[in-house]
């Protein structure tokens, strides 16, 4: 059981350059996240996904696509990558019902030349 | 979704108990309060929740005020190794936006 699993760990990109972040959970849960965290700043939602085939914006969804093609996969698209996308992306999953915590990937560490 | 507000920064000296506090005037009836932690840069690791009552669990306690306006998550013998920031969230059970202020940064100090 591996939880949350990101890929890759690190990237570096140049301006205009795209890229897919991947993100896989083997716990069968419902919803999933990507959120972004600059350094020294929290977590900003950027997609959720509450099934298999559906997702919506967060808070910070402009630059970005997003795919739920299955009940396990997220996956975050940075189609023209731009230097205010530098950041950490951090996948989520969760069951839905009440008492159901967030799980958390450990992290893609994006740099954006 | 309601809003969370924290307070950005405290110190705690090791061996003592950290006490911090979480403000959600504007929680529903059915939103949780759920409380992560995360330390450095890895990912945010949850730590406790609850509906209305206190809740204790082997990380922490926490206390939730009887009107749910707001509540407190005590680490009872705070260690070096509880730096982090600890981020206070409410949600309820179905799918919705999970978003995350920017939680408090605790330090703990020798």
């Known amino acids: 059981n591996a939880g949350v699993t990101q890929t890759p760990k690190f990237q570096v990109l140049k301006t205009g350059q795209s890229m897919t972040l991947q993100c896989a959970q083997d716990?069968?849960?419902?919803?999933m996240y990507w959120y972004r965290q600059d350094p020294g700043m929290g977590l900003r939602l950027i997609y959720y996904?509450?099934?298999?085939?559906?997702?919506d914006k967060g808070e910070v969804p402009n630059g970005y696509n997003v795919s739920r093609l299955n009940k396990r996969e997220f996956s975050l698209r940075l189609e023209s990558a731009a230097p205010s996308q530098t950041s950490v992306y951090f996948c989520?999953?969760?069951?839905?019902?009440?008492?159901?915590?967030?799980?958390f990937g450990s992290g893609t560490q994006l740099s954006v030349l | 979704d309601a809003k969370t507000t924290q307070p950005t920064s405290m110190d705690c000296a090791e061996g003592r108990a950290a006490n911090l506090p979480c403000n959600h005037s504007?929680?529903?009836?059915?939103?949780?309060v759920y409380w992560y932690r995360q330390i450095h840069s890895q990912g945010p690791q949850y730590i406790i929740h609850?509906?209305?009552n206190n809740e204790t669990n082997e990380m922490a306690s926490l206390i939730i005020t009887e009107d749910r306006k707001s509540s407190t998550l005590i680490l009872p013998h705070a260690t070096l190794r509880d730096t982090a920031v600890y981020y206070c969230?409410?949600?309820?059970?179905?799918?919705?936006?999970?978003?995350f202020g920017t939680g408090t940064r605790l330090q703990v100090t020798l």
């Open positions: 989520a999953s969760r069951l839905d019902g009440n008492n159901e915590k967030l799980f």
């Open positions: 996904s509450a099934s298999e085939g559906t997702t």
């Open positions: 969230i409410v949600y309820t059970g179905t799918a919705s936006k999970l978003t």
């Open positions: 504007t929680i529903s009836g059915n939103e949780y």
């Open positions: 716990m069968n849960h419902n919803s």
């Open positions: 609850g509906l209305k």
